[in-house]
DNA sequence: ATTTAACGTATCACTATGCGATACAGCACA
DNA sequence: TGTGCTGTATCGCATAGTGATACGTTAAAT
């Protein structure tokens, strides 16, 4: 009755455990590890709430408790989940042998992205240069328009759902030469449907740059692309296009016609 | 009260979120999908409970519903989750750079493999050569006793514990030659002692050959291990010790030191 | 066409179950 | 020894999850 905010909630919602996977959600890069009142604070729930929910993710093998300071952490059930998400993408499976062979013909970092609402994740990486932490790791997030495989895949949307996209996906500073202009995003998306490739640099960290084609699906329209992230150091745009684009190309390609299903 | 077969779960337990839970983990490799009476079937819950916790992993974004066969798959929340796990594991940071070093000097599967109860998992995976599917993701568990991984790890504990691991931790048959003999088991670990590394063979995969060291903690007791793995077509146990065993030991020393927090 | 089955969806009364205030215990820092 | 943190345990109450039942739709079978 009294219900501060929630909306309405029909009888098929089961509130307790969308109170627990909201404490798993309440993890992040800038807080891994948690106390209890922490993760109250954080959660904003109970202090007894979030002693019950924490205590079942303990039992159930969700979270690790660090025997001396009682922290919570993420488990190896955390990685088990993504092991299962795997299996369950068609995607996966036939790209994957594809990615490696790039991977080794090019010597440079090969990335699988997907659309997820308004902003890709890296579904596979394959790194082969060291860079910072976060570009090695799979479940990555970032928004659509700003990297040159969210781009890539909206060049194959219908005008319509594409412009909407370019109108109100979100953007966020990373770098000082984050693009911030839709128009200028337009552009570049302009040439990706013209040419069949994205091209991006010093979007997420300064001095990378980017070169995605899309994995076209039956419908004509992607929902992945092929990444290629080499540093602006060793590599130019023109050597770009000559020495990976043909390459990256081929891959693309070979994984779009196996998408029947 | 007259309750099945659970035992005794005090009032700390919320069984609402536990079995959501159980409905996530009911998906794996051989069910990547499935339709609400299936999940029932499978978790052995009644089909409103099923509706319900599905319904809501499905608003939470846990679970993605086909518009079509209205079937339920894994969501990218997913890997949303590996990628946390990822900044709460304090290895993973300071292995990974070093990892990507050594596949790229090799130009052979690299692994990182942890202990997770009496199995191993592996955290991270670098594939440089096509193998099959499931070599290339993260998350896979497998015994720890059948892998050199696991045995390299066991090698450094004390004894007693070791002794116990090596007569009750579980075996499966993988290849018509997995070892199951828990003594031949001892001895390769004997060996492991000795040597600082572990070779396997045939043990998950024909034709399949690894080496591992072991990641030796502050406590002088290893959580974990980096694992190399190639064909036996193109390799042999002599190539195997003298060009690949020097740069493994090296990553797997350099990675220890760094585990002070 | 008509039947049957299987599935996803919706409703509802009951009470088991999760709620949160409160009190207790252990460990720091002063 | 106090003070303020932790994490842990208890308990009565009413909410919120339960599971039987019923409805509507689709797909295969006769």
Redesign the pocket.
């Known amino acids: 009755?009294a219900?501060t905010g929630e909306t309405k909630?029909?009888?098929?919602?089961?509130?307790?455990?969308?109170?627990g996977l909201r404490v798993l959600r309440a993890f992040d890069e800038s807080k891994p590890e948690?106390?209890?009142?922490?993760?109250?604070?954080r959660t904003g729930?109970?202090?007894?709430?979030?002693?019950?929910?924490?205590?079942t993710l303990h039992l159930e093998g969700y979270l690790d408790?660090d025997p001396n300071?009682?922290?919570?952490r993420p488990s190896h059930a955390w990685l088990e989940l993504a092991y299962c998400y795997y299996w369950s993408d068609p995607l996966v499976g036939t790209a994957m042998p594809k990615l490696i062979e790039l991977s080794r013909q090019l010597g440079e970092t090969i990335n699988l992205a997907e659309i997820s609402g308004d902003h890709i994740i890296y579904v596979s990486r394959l790194p082969c240069k060291r860079t910072y932490f976060a570009a090695t790791i799979i479940g990555r997030r970032l928004p659509a328009l700003s990297t040159s495989a969210g781009r890539a895949i909206l060049s194959t949307w219908p005008e319509a759902e594409r412009e909407a996209a370019i109108e109100t996906w979100p953007l966020k500073v990373f770098t000082p030469r984050t693009v911030m202009d839709r128009d200028e995003i337009r552009r570049s998306i302009d040439e990706t449907i013209a040419n069949g490739f994205s091209v991006s640099r010093d979007q997420m960290l300064l001095n990378e740059m980017a070169i995605a084609a899309p994995i076209i699906g039956p419908d004509g329209r992607a929902l992945a692309g092929v990444q290629c992230s080499v540093s602006a150091y060793t590599w130019d745009d023109a050597r770009l296009r000559a020495e990976i684009l043909p390459w990256l190309l081929d891959t693309a390609n070979s994984i779009s016609p196996a998408l029947r299903s």
């Open positions: 009755m219900n909630r029909d009888t098929l919602f089961v509130g307790a455990l969308a109170k948690m106390s209890l009142g922490e993760l109250a604070k729930m109970d202090k007894s709430t979030i002693q019950r929910l924490a205590n408790k300071t009682r922290r919570l």
